[in-house]
């Protein structure tokens, strides 16, 4: 039986696994879907403690995975697909396989959530829909593009993309960004990109080459439907945690995000298993937040394994 395993490779995770590893508690590391977690599709991190010139999000997730290896941790390519936990076991479901052990960090994150409206899915991966300019920006050099959503990442992969494209356009339901002030100011001030407010993507139409080529949209002021001509549409509307393979072992909220203990931020109802990161964290969503979980609930771990085995 292991001692502990963390199930995620984001900020959580990996910083879970260093300070587990510094323990001696030999821990194993699993990584899901996106090994290195959201940082890895992030161009620039600026507001991570300690580079004051920013530094690359996936250099700073391939720099925390090499720290939590250099102090022992083992990380295996494995999707949880369910789990049962109880306060003496608690047993993993792995590709087939079964995994056991005494405590359990869970730190899954979340994913991109998506518009759900005609054309997006068809289109997603390849076909000009995306979650992702870091990833898939170059391809749309001397292009016109539309970006979703008015928060942080809507600007940051309209910023980004401004880089390649010809034109963004960014699509935002209100007439206000969510966004921090100074990322909402760098967006108004740049020549190349144009906000639509009020606007809500109705459907995303594909050309003869079953590629996308426009966006069909509703004006929510004067209910008037129009067309933009478009090669890609980045979708940046947040995101939904990646609990779902915990079903009912936890309790979660409306939205899916595992509720804590109340007066902790990483301990659960459960003995032995804790939650850092996005998955059960829907206010703060940072990435030193989600390391700082990492690091609590690894700390709660460890000394609630020693005081089992004493
Ligand atoms: P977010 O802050 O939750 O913003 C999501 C945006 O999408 C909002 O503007 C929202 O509109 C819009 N939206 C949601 N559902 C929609 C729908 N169905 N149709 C159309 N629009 C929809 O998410 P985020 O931008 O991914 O940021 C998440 C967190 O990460 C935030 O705390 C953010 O500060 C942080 N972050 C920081 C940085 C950085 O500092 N470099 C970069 C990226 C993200 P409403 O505004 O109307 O709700």
Redesign the pocket.
Known sequence: MENIIIIGTGCAGFTAGIYAARANLNPLILEGKQPGGQLTT?S????FPGFPEGVDGFMLMDNLRKQALKFGARIQNTYVDSVRLDDSKKVLNAGGKTIEAKAVIIATGAA?????IPGEKEMYGGMGVTTCATCDGAFYRDMDVVV?????????EALFLTRFCSSVTI????D?????QI?AQRVVDHPKINVQWNT??EKINPGEDGKVKSISILNLENEERSEIECKGVFI????VPNTEFLNDALPRDENGYLIPKTNSSVLTSIPGVYVAGDCADH?????ITAAGMGCQAAIEAERWLAEKSA
């Open positions: 992030t620039e991190v600026e507001n991109p959530r998506l518009l759900g979703v959503g008015g928060g942080d990442s809507a600007c940051e699509l935002h339901r209100r206000k960004f969510r966004a921090s990322m809500k993507p940046a509307i947040g995101h206010v703060y969503r940072q990435a």
